[in-house]
Protein backbone atom coordinates (compact mmCIF):
# COMPACT_ATOMS: atom_id res chain seq x y z
CA UNK A 1 0.00 0.00 0.00
CA UNK A 2 3.04 2.74 1.13
CA UNK A 3 4.36 1.84 -2.84
CA UNK A 4 1.38 2.19 -4.48
CA UNK A 5 0.94 5.35 -2.90
CA UNK A 6 4.01 7.12 -3.60
CA UNK A 7 3.87 6.17 -6.98
CA UNK A 8 0.34 7.28 -7.48
CA UNK A 9 0.82 10.48 -8.86
CA UNK A 10 -2.73 11.00 -10.74
CA UNK A 11 -5.08 13.74 -10.41
CA UNK A 12 -8.64 12.17 -8.94
CA UNK A 13 -10.45 14.53 -7.69
CA UNK A 14 -10.97 18.44 -7.46
CA UNK A 15 -9.50 18.09 -3.79
CA UNK A 16 -5.69 17.52 -5.34
CA UNK A 17 -6.31 20.16 -7.43
CA UNK A 18 -6.88 22.40 -4.54
CA UNK A 19 -3.97 21.36 -2.59
CA UNK A 20 -1.29 20.99 -4.98
CA UNK A 21 -2.04 24.41 -6.20
CA UNK A 22 -2.08 26.26 -2.64
CA UNK A 23 -5.97 26.78 -3.51
CA UNK A 24 -5.11 29.42 -6.10
CA UNK A 25 -7.07 28.02 -9.10
CA UNK A 26 -10.61 28.28 -9.29
CA UNK A 27 -12.69 25.31 -10.13
CA UNK A 28 -15.31 25.62 -12.44
CA UNK A 29 -16.48 22.17 -11.75
CA UNK A 30 -15.96 18.24 -12.50
CA UNK A 31 -17.52 15.92 -15.25
CA UNK A 32 -18.63 12.46 -14.52
CA UNK A 33 -16.84 9.62 -16.60
CA UNK A 34 -19.11 8.59 -19.29
CA UNK A 35 -19.51 4.93 -19.06
CA UNK A 36 -20.10 4.26 -22.59
CA UNK A 37 -17.60 4.50 -25.81
CA UNK A 38 -17.70 7.85 -27.39
CA UNK A 39 -16.51 8.83 -30.41
CA UNK A 40 -13.98 11.14 -31.14
CA UNK A 41 -15.40 14.53 -29.06
CA UNK A 42 -18.81 13.82 -29.44
CA UNK A 43 -21.63 15.74 -29.11
CA UNK A 44 -24.02 14.28 -26.13
CA UNK A 45 -25.83 16.81 -24.07
CA UNK A 46 -28.24 17.16 -27.16
CA UNK A 47 -29.14 13.03 -27.09
CA UNK A 48 -30.09 13.46 -23.10
CA UNK A 49 -30.12 16.79 -21.65
CA UNK A 50 -31.22 15.37 -18.30
CA UNK A 51 -29.04 12.94 -18.12
CA UNK A 52 -25.84 13.31 -15.55
CA UNK A 53 -23.68 14.84 -17.80
CA UNK A 54 -25.64 17.07 -19.02
CA UNK A 55 -26.68 18.79 -15.39
CA UNK A 56 -22.73 18.65 -14.86
CA UNK A 57 -22.46 20.90 -18.29
CA UNK A 58 -25.41 23.24 -17.22
CA UNK A 59 -23.44 23.67 -13.32
CA UNK A 60 -20.44 24.27 -15.43
CA UNK A 61 -22.43 27.14 -17.38
CA UNK A 62 -23.84 28.73 -13.90
CA UNK A 63 -20.43 28.90 -12.35
CA UNK A 64 -19.11 31.03 -15.66
CA UNK A 65 -21.21 33.17 -14.62
CA UNK A 66 -19.40 33.88 -11.22
CA UNK A 67 -16.44 34.66 -13.14
CA UNK A 68 -17.42 37.71 -15.66
CA UNK A 69 -21.57 38.25 -15.81
CA UNK A 70 -20.74 41.70 -17.46
CA UNK A 71 -22.91 42.19 -20.74
CA UNK A 72 -21.95 41.82 -24.62
CA UNK A 73 -20.41 38.81 -26.11
CA UNK A 74 -17.55 36.60 -24.71
CA UNK A 75 -14.59 34.61 -25.52
CA UNK A 76 -14.40 31.33 -23.88
CA UNK A 77 -10.64 29.43 -24.68
CA UNK A 78 -10.25 26.12 -23.79
CA UNK A 79 -6.87 24.29 -23.25
CA UNK A 80 -5.39 21.55 -21.50
CA UNK A 81 -1.74 20.43 -21.01
CA UNK A 82 -1.45 17.24 -23.11
CA UNK A 83 -3.56 15.55 -25.86
CA UNK A 84 -6.03 13.10 -24.53
CA UNK A 85 -7.70 14.87 -21.48
CA UNK A 86 -10.93 16.18 -23.24
CA UNK A 87 -10.59 19.51 -23.94
CA UNK A 88 -12.30 19.28 -27.21
CA UNK A 89 -15.16 16.79 -25.69
CA UNK A 90 -15.41 19.78 -23.50
CA UNK A 91 -15.49 22.61 -26.03
CA UNK A 92 -18.48 20.80 -28.13
CA UNK A 93 -20.50 19.73 -25.55
CA UNK A 94 -19.98 23.15 -23.17
CA UNK A 95 -21.10 24.98 -26.23
CA UNK A 96 -23.86 22.91 -26.41
CA UNK A 97 -25.19 23.82 -23.16
CA UNK A 98 -24.66 27.12 -23.82
CA UNK A 99 -26.80 26.92 -26.96
CA UNK A 100 -29.59 25.46 -25.11
CA UNK A 101 -29.88 29.01 -22.92
CA UNK A 102 -30.46 30.54 -25.96
CA UNK A 103 -27.62 32.50 -27.13
CA UNK A 104 -26.13 31.97 -30.58
CA UNK A 105 -22.25 30.05 -29.96
CA UNK A 106 -20.20 29.47 -32.29
CA UNK A 107 -16.60 27.04 -31.97
CA UNK A 108 -13.80 27.89 -33.40
CA UNK A 109 -10.99 24.99 -33.77
CA UNK A 110 -7.73 26.86 -33.04
CA UNK A 111 -5.73 23.47 -33.07
CA UNK A 112 -4.50 23.27 -36.14
CA UNK A 113 -1.87 20.73 -35.45
CA UNK A 114 -4.52 18.33 -34.47
CA UNK A 115 -7.65 19.31 -35.35
CA UNK A 116 -10.82 17.33 -33.77
CA UNK A 117 -14.08 19.33 -34.31
CA UNK A 118 -14.65 17.93 -37.84
CA UNK A 119 -14.61 14.81 -36.27
CA UNK A 120 -16.59 15.34 -33.22
CA UNK A 121 -18.91 17.34 -35.62
CA UNK A 122 -18.69 14.69 -38.48
CA UNK A 123 -17.75 16.88 -41.92
CA UNK A 124 -14.64 17.03 -43.52
CA UNK A 125 -11.43 19.67 -42.94
CA UNK A 126 -11.18 20.80 -46.37
CA UNK A 127 -11.72 24.82 -44.93
CA UNK A 128 -11.45 26.39 -41.91
CA UNK A 129 -9.10 28.82 -39.44
CA UNK A 130 -6.18 28.32 -41.72
CA UNK A 131 -7.79 29.34 -44.63
CA UNK A 132 -9.31 32.35 -43.13
CA UNK A 133 -6.41 33.55 -41.56
CA UNK A 134 -4.50 33.56 -45.19
CA UNK A 135 -7.22 35.09 -46.68
CA UNK A 136 -8.17 31.96 -48.92
CA UNK A 137 -11.84 31.80 -47.75
CA UNK A 138 -14.69 34.30 -46.87
CA UNK A 139 -15.95 33.62 -43.25
CA UNK A 140 -19.45 33.14 -44.36
CA UNK A 141 -17.91 30.39 -46.30
CA UNK A 142 -16.29 28.67 -43.75
CA UNK A 143 -18.85 28.81 -40.91
CA UNK A 144 -20.94 25.69 -40.54
CA UNK A 145 -24.32 24.73 -38.77
CA UNK A 146 -24.35 21.97 -36.33
CA UNK A 147 -27.94 19.75 -35.98
CA UNK A 148 -28.42 22.32 -32.70
CA UNK A 149 -29.80 25.53 -33.04
CA UNK A 150 -27.86 28.12 -32.17
CA UNK A 151 -24.62 26.26 -32.08
CA UNK A 152 -22.28 26.87 -35.42
CA UNK A 153 -18.57 25.78 -36.03
CA UNK A 154 -15.91 26.75 -37.69
CA UNK A 155 -13.00 23.56 -38.63
CA UNK A 156 -9.57 24.40 -38.26
CA UNK A 157 -8.95 23.67 -42.52
CA UNK A 158 -5.96 22.01 -43.91
CA UNK A 159 -2.67 21.90 -41.30
CA UNK A 160 -0.28 24.91 -41.71
CA UNK A 161 2.89 25.15 -41.34
CA UNK A 162 3.18 27.85 -39.44
CA UNK A 163 0.19 28.14 -36.80
CA UNK A 164 1.64 29.94 -34.21
CA UNK A 165 2.46 32.74 -36.15
CA UNK A 166 -1.31 32.51 -37.96
CA UNK A 167 -2.94 32.62 -34.79
CA UNK A 168 -0.87 36.39 -33.48
CA UNK A 169 -1.64 37.52 -37.11
CA UNK A 170 -3.95 40.96 -37.28
CA UNK A 171 -6.30 38.79 -39.16
CA UNK A 172 -7.49 36.49 -36.35
CA UNK A 173 -8.31 39.92 -33.97
CA UNK A 174 -10.07 40.88 -37.32
CA UNK A 175 -12.39 37.77 -37.16
CA UNK A 176 -12.78 38.15 -33.49
CA UNK A 177 -14.73 41.04 -33.80
CA UNK A 178 -16.53 40.05 -36.67
CA UNK A 179 -18.02 36.48 -35.07
CA UNK A 180 -18.46 39.13 -31.94
CA UNK A 181 -20.99 41.02 -33.74
CA UNK A 182 -22.58 37.96 -34.62
CA UNK A 183 -22.74 35.98 -31.83
CA UNK A 184 -22.99 35.92 -28.21
CA UNK A 185 -20.49 33.18 -27.39
CA UNK A 186 -17.06 32.62 -29.35
CA UNK A 187 -15.34 29.09 -27.97
CA UNK A 188 -12.16 28.61 -28.93
CA UNK A 189 -11.08 25.18 -28.51
CA UNK A 190 -7.11 25.60 -28.55
CA UNK A 191 -4.11 23.53 -28.52
CA UNK A 192 -2.86 22.10 -25.34
CA UNK A 193 -0.31 24.60 -23.95
CA UNK A 194 2.11 21.79 -22.31
CA UNK A 195 2.97 20.77 -25.35
CA UNK A 196 2.97 23.67 -27.72
CA UNK A 197 2.51 27.77 -26.98
CA UNK A 198 0.07 27.67 -29.79
CA UNK A 199 -2.75 28.91 -27.15
CA UNK A 200 -1.47 30.90 -24.56
CA UNK A 201 -2.33 34.09 -27.34
CA UNK A 202 -6.15 32.82 -26.85
CA UNK A 203 -6.39 32.25 -23.16
CA UNK A 204 -4.33 35.71 -22.13
CA UNK A 205 -7.51 37.14 -24.65
CA UNK A 206 -10.26 35.69 -23.16
CA UNK A 207 -13.17 36.23 -21.00
CA UNK A 208 -13.25 32.62 -19.71
CA UNK A 209 -10.33 30.91 -19.89
CA UNK A 210 -10.75 27.27 -18.96
CA UNK A 211 -7.87 24.49 -18.06
CA UNK A 212 -8.93 21.15 -18.77
CA UNK A 213 -7.85 18.08 -16.38
CA UNK A 214 -8.64 14.18 -17.05
CA UNK A 215 -8.95 12.74 -13.59
CA UNK A 216 -6.85 9.25 -13.45
CA UNK A 217 -4.70 10.77 -16.97
CA UNK A 218 -3.45 14.37 -15.78
CA UNK A 219 -0.59 13.93 -13.63
CA UNK A 220 -0.24 15.83 -10.44
CA UNK A 221 2.83 17.89 -12.09
CA UNK A 222 0.58 19.44 -14.56
CA UNK A 223 -1.48 21.84 -11.79
CA UNK A 224 2.34 24.01 -12.35
CA UNK A 225 1.41 24.41 -15.66
CA UNK A 226 -1.81 26.17 -14.25
CA UNK A 227 0.46 28.08 -11.71
CA UNK A 228 2.33 29.75 -14.06
CA UNK A 229 -0.28 30.72 -16.43
CA UNK A 230 -1.78 32.90 -14.06
CA UNK A 231 1.40 33.84 -12.00
CA UNK A 232 3.71 34.74 -15.02
CA UNK A 233 1.09 35.45 -17.66
CA UNK A 234 -1.17 37.38 -15.41
CA UNK A 235 -4.12 34.79 -16.60
CA UNK A 236 -5.60 35.72 -13.46
CA UNK A 237 -9.04 34.39 -14.63
CA UNK A 238 -8.03 30.91 -15.16
CA UNK A 239 -10.47 28.13 -14.08
CA UNK A 240 -10.20 24.10 -14.07
CA UNK A 241 -12.83 21.57 -15.35
CA UNK A 242 -11.88 18.28 -13.90
CA UNK A 243 -12.97 15.73 -16.52
CA UNK A 244 -13.69 12.13 -16.10
CA UNK A 245 -14.79 11.46 -12.79
CA UNK A 246 -15.76 8.10 -11.98
CA UNK A 247 -18.45 9.74 -9.40
CA UNK A 248 -19.28 5.80 -8.07
CA UNK A 249 -15.11 5.66 -7.06
CA UNK A 250 -14.93 9.22 -6.11
CA UNK A 251 -17.36 10.47 -3.14
CA UNK A 252 -16.34 13.74 -2.76
CA UNK A 253 -15.18 16.39 -5.50
CA UNK A 254 -15.78 20.13 -4.49
CA UNK A 255 -13.33 21.47 -2.68
CA UNK A 256 -12.60 25.30 -2.95
CA UNK A 257 -9.87 28.09 -2.23
CA UNK A 258 -8.50 30.82 -2.99
CA UNK A 259 -4.61 32.12 -2.34
CA UNK A 260 -1.74 32.11 -4.31
CA UNK A 261 0.97 29.85 -5.33
CA UNK A 262 4.05 29.31 -8.00
CA UNK A 263 5.13 26.68 -10.35
CA UNK A 264 6.82 25.57 -13.73
CA UNK A 265 6.22 22.90 -16.02
CA UNK A 266 6.12 23.76 -19.38
CA UNK A 267 7.10 21.13 -22.01
CA UNK A 268 7.54 21.89 -25.64
CA UNK A 269 7.02 20.46 -28.78
CA UNK A 270 7.14 21.72 -32.40
CA UNK A 271 5.85 20.21 -35.99
CA UNK A 272 2.53 18.87 -37.17
CA UNK A 273 1.14 17.22 -34.48
CA UNK A 274 1.86 16.73 -30.41
CA UNK A 275 4.10 13.96 -28.54
CA UNK A 276 2.06 10.25 -29.26
CA UNK A 277 -1.51 10.35 -27.07
CA UNK A 278 -0.95 8.08 -24.39
CA UNK A 279 -0.94 7.92 -20.75
CA UNK A 280 2.08 9.88 -19.46
CA UNK A 281 4.35 7.40 -17.62
CA UNK A 282 6.42 8.34 -14.30
CA UNK A 283 9.65 8.06 -16.25
CA UNK A 284 8.83 10.37 -19.45
CA UNK A 285 7.61 12.54 -16.66
CA UNK A 286 10.58 12.69 -14.45
CA UNK A 287 12.16 13.19 -17.50
CA UNK A 288 10.33 16.28 -18.68
CA UNK A 289 10.38 17.80 -15.78
CA UNK A 290 14.29 17.71 -15.28
CA UNK A 291 15.64 17.37 -18.43
CA UNK A 292 14.86 21.15 -18.62
CA UNK A 293 16.82 22.17 -15.80
Known amino acids: MLVRYILHDNITSLN ?3 KLSNASIGILGMLPKYKKEIPISQLLVDKNPKSLIAESFRSVRTNLQFVDNSPGPKIIAITSTISGEGKTFVAINLAGIISFSGKRVI ?7 KPKIHLGMGVE ?7 LLIDRDELDGCIRHSVMENLDFITAGPIPPNPSELIISP ?4 ILEELKRRYDIILIDNPPVGLVTDGIAMIQLADYPIYIFRADYSKKIFVQNVDRLINENKI ?3 SVILNGVDVDRNKYGYNYGYGYGYGYGYG ?3 GYGYYEERTPTKTGLLSWLFGRS
Open 236 to 238: TRL
Open 268 to 270: MGY
Open 171 to 174: RMGQ
Open 107 to 113: VLDLDMR
Open 125 to 131: NTRGMST
Open 16 to 18: NIA
